[in-house]
């Protein structure tokens, strides 16, 4: 079984596509139960996989626990787990609005950081498993207007290599996916053509080839940006 956050849309619905496509069953969760129950219906109409489906903000360490213990009820073995859940704020750290540092941390981090430690004990009692984490370019480029979303970002970089070197005895494997700009809702309203954008499908085929490789072998970083650079 596959389990992916923020998986109502963008890059966590392309995610949960591609591993539906294969045959795997699927543990998904998004604040939007309407958008979750959309993406359940049209995946288990085309594929023949089960799709378990919880609301969750993941920016709540309660609910965190909620999305957990519903995965644990599902009693299937987990494969892949997929943080994906996270979001953008536009803003410089000197005149960002109060609070932003902490909603974007919480969202973009904690929810990895705590959702892997409720999850993991069954990868490594299996010795066996595969986390991704969704990243960015903003893990380690600076740029303008990136603010405490590039802070938040460049944290879940070094979460995953510190958990990529405790897994190694375990046989459990850690990718960080960091994409450029991807065409997701996170653009919405921005005045540019969508060809001008990474595709969330995209990011879903490297996540794919990153986990189908053997397991003598780990992906550990893989940059994807558009093609025309950075916006």
């Known amino acids: 079984m596959v389990v992916i956050t923020g998986a109502s849309k963008g890059i966590g ?44 903000d993941l920016a709540i360490k309660e609910e965190v626990k909620i999305f957990s213990d519903f995965v644990k009820r599902i009693e299937k073995p987990i494969d892949v787990l997929i ?34 430690r409720h999850l993991i004990g069954d990868m490594i009692k299996r010795k066996k498993g595969h986390i991704f984490n969704i990243a960015s370019i903003a893990s380690f480029v600076a740029y303008k207007n990136g603010g405490s979303y590039a802070v938040s970002k460049h944290a879940m970089h070094g979460f995953s290599k510190c958990l990529r070197e405790e897994m190694k005895e375990f046989g459990i494997r850690v990718t960080s ?11 919405e309203g921005v005045d540019l053509p969508e060809d001008r ?12 080839a990153s986990y189908k490789i ?18």
């Open 13 to 56: 619905k392309a995610i949960a596509e591609k591993f539906a496509k294969k045959g795997f069953d699927l543990a998904i969760c998004s604040r939007s139960l309407k958008d979750l129950e959309k993406v359940k219906v049209a995946i288990e109409t085309y594929y023949k996989v089960k799709v378990f489906i919880q609301s969750a």
């Open 83 to 116: 943080n994906n859940a996270g979001y953008f704020i536009p803003g410089a750290i000197h005149n960002e609005k109060e609070g932003v540092l902490e909603s974007q941390i919480e969202t973009n981090l904690y929810s990895a950081y705590y959702l892997t």
């Open 177 to 187: 996916i960091l994409p450029g700009a991807t065409f997701t809702s996170s653009w």
């Open 197 to 208: 954008f990474s595709k969330p499908e995209d990011i879903a085929e490297i996540v794919w």
């Open 214 to 231: 053997s397991s003598r072998s780990v992906v550990e970083d893989v940059i994807i940006r558009p093609q025309l650079g950075d916006l």
